[in-house]
């Protein structure tokens, strides 16, 4: 659908490494996007990137049982020629030095129908200001611009509420709000500038049912509702909207932290769930897709929840009592 194309657009998405910031990534790349992913852990960046150009090529690439770029056409992480890169789809392999910054040049893979669209990898640690500062000068030098933004970088502590460790209330606040916040600070003038900008937030359910680890994580996707609500009074004049995504239970490295992958928990799970099943990250991928394309363009100031009905849920159901005369 030539709508959804995401065509000559920079997303940055924080948290891109695993789970939903990664199945973002890919299908926001899929669409004729370039991207840069921000993440903690260079070896999970540079994965990443590989697993994402991977897909990309055993879609777009099967007419050829084999491709084997030149030197000068396989830049490493860093957007050196890295001298020694392969791509193979009948192996399923990619390979290339990692560093601390991974990018594919598209000026520089053009022989490759495949690899058309840049993918950045940039190391940060959201919770850190001065490297929130120093991923968006990153951004900006090579990429230029910033279309949409991502924030979905998240962590959560389990802890009751009469042994939450201060440090840890404050690395969540560091991490889920003031990290969601240095970036729109960061990036927000270069979006005014374009008059153009579209910011998806990911919070979560537990804002709503305080449910999800500790106090510290309801309280902090919470806040990021008020995030949104200022950026669409103040920024929407100058084109600039933001929604937030709000998941349930989504299969990712969060969630089986908590909940082993096996049966006998997923069917525990799954029974928690009108639809019958956990959430994939797949599910969240396809509703960012939508809201950064220009088929949402009317749509600002929304907080969506995708839980597959869980929320309104309650087993087991309640009979409805007719009322007293």
Not at 151 to 160: I, R, S, Y
Not at 197 to 221: D, E, Q, R, W
Not at 310 to 324: E, F
């Amino acid at each position: 659908m030539k709508e959804l194309d995401l065509n000559n657009k920079v997303a940055v998405i924080t948290g891109g490494t695993a789970g939903i910031g990664l199945a973002i990534a890919g299908i926001f790349y899929e669409h004729n996007c370039d991207v840069a992913i921000i993440g903690r852990e260079s070896k999970k960046g540079n994965d990443a990137v590989r697993e994402i150009l991977k897909q990309n090529i055993e879609r777009n690439f099967s007419a050829h049982s084999q491709a084997v770029i030149a030197d000068d056409s396989f830049c490493d992480v860093a957007g050196r020629n890295s001298g020694k890169g392969m791509l193979n789809p009948a192996m399923n392999m990619i390979t290339g030095n990692e560093t601390e910054t991974g990018k594919f040049d598209s000026a520089k893979t053009d022989k490759i129908p495949s690899i058309k669209n840049r993918m950045t990898f940039i190391k940060c640690d959201v919770g850190l200001r001065e490297d929130v500062k120093s991923a968006c000068e990153k951004v900006l030098n090579d990429l230029k611009k910033v279309d949409i933004l991502v924030l979905n970088a998240g962590m959560e502590f389990t802890e009751a509420i009469t042994e939450v460790d201060p440090e840890n209330w404050q690395r969540m606040l560091d991490v889920n709000v003031s990290g969601a916040f240095y970036f729109i600070r960061y990036l927000a003038d270069s979006m005014i500038a374009n008059k153009t900008g579209n910011i998806i937030i990911l919070s979560s359910v537990a804002a709503t049912t305080g449910a999800g680890g500790g106090i510290h994580y309801p309280v902090t996707k919470a806040a990021l509702k008020g995030l949104m609500a200022r950026i669409n009074y103040e920024l929407l004049p100058k084109g600039i909207r933001a929604n937030i995504i709000s998941p349930g239970m989504v299969d990712t490295p969060m969630l089986r932290r908590k909940y082993p992958d096996n049966d006998e928990v997923n069917a525990k799970l799954c029974q928690q769930v009108p639809m019958g099943r956990i959430g994939a990250p797949g599910d969240i991928a396809n509703l960012a897709l939508f809201l950064a394309s220009d088929l949402s363009s009317y749509i600002c100031g929304q907080d969506i929840i995708v839980d597959g009905g869980r929320l309104y849920y309650r087993r087991p159901p309640i009979t409805p009592q007719k009322a007293q005369k």
